[in-house]
T-cell receptor, first 115, second 112 residues
């Protein structure tokens, strides 16, 4: 049973370009979460999605950032017109909701470097 | 929204000693509290979790306690080993709301 997959693992972009990060949840999981981690800092929640729905995007910057989780295919986190401050590790996690609670399993992360 | 505070930010212990990391949360609706271990350059991995209907849970050298009244929970690692060195994150979530709020992490160093 494959775990959460993310690609690319490393992404280098120049200022002003677009970054597109992909996340494939664990098999059977229909809930995806994106987090950003700056060097030597904690995990900051960005967005929570279910298939075809954004449930909570309270941690997402209002401009340049968007996320989707289509009916088919991976979840995508898109950052338009990247700036140096966007350089970070972006982790996604997936979960299978149960009545007793849920556990989030993390992918290996995408390390974005903006030159 | 939920606010999670984690202490200490760094912790250094001698091999074989115990380590305790504490977290407090603000939202009384939170009902699920996982702990993650993150080694340098790797993904956070779940090491133990506790739900609000339980006060304590143990898995070999790791235990977690929860005090719902005081809104705090703690991670206890006994007989620490150098491979326990990592950053540990606590989190609190309301399973109805979906998202988890993470603490800022504790860097644990176990000296041989």
């Amino acid at each position: 049973n494959a775990g959460v997959m993310q690609n690319p693992r490393h992404l280098v972009r120049r200022r002003g370009q677009e970054a597109r990060l992909r996340c494939s949840p664990m098999k059977g999981h229909s809930h995806v979460y994106w987090y950003r981690q700056l060097p030597e800092e904690g995990l900051k929640f960005m967005v929570y999605l279910q298939k075809e729905n954004i449930i909570d995007e309270s941690g997402m910057p209002k401009e340049r950032f968007s996320a989707e989780f289509p009916k088919e295919g991976p979840s995508i986190l898109r950052i338009q017109q990247v700036v140096r401050g966007d350089s970070a590790a972006y982790f996604c996690a997936s979960s299978l909701r149960t009545s007793g609670g849920y556990t989030q399993y993390f992918g290996p992360g995408t390390r974005l470097t903006v030159l | 929204g939920e606010n999670v505070e984690q202490h200490p930010s760094t912790l250094s212990v001698q091999e074989g000693d115990s380590a305790v990391i504490k977290c407090t949360y603000s939202d009384s609706a939170s009902n699920y509290f996982p702990w993650y271990k993150q080694e340098l350059g790797k993904r956070p991995q779940l090491i133990i979790d506790i739900r609000s209907n339980v006060g304590e849970k143990k898995d070999q050298r790791i235990a977690v306690t929860l005090n719902k009244t005081a809104k705090h929970f703690s991670l206890h690692i006994t007989e620490t080993q150098p491979e326990d060195s990592a950053v540990y994150f606590c989190a609190a979530s309301n399973t109805n709301a979906g998202k988890s709020t993470f603490g800022d992490g504790t860097t644990l160093t176990v000296k041989p």
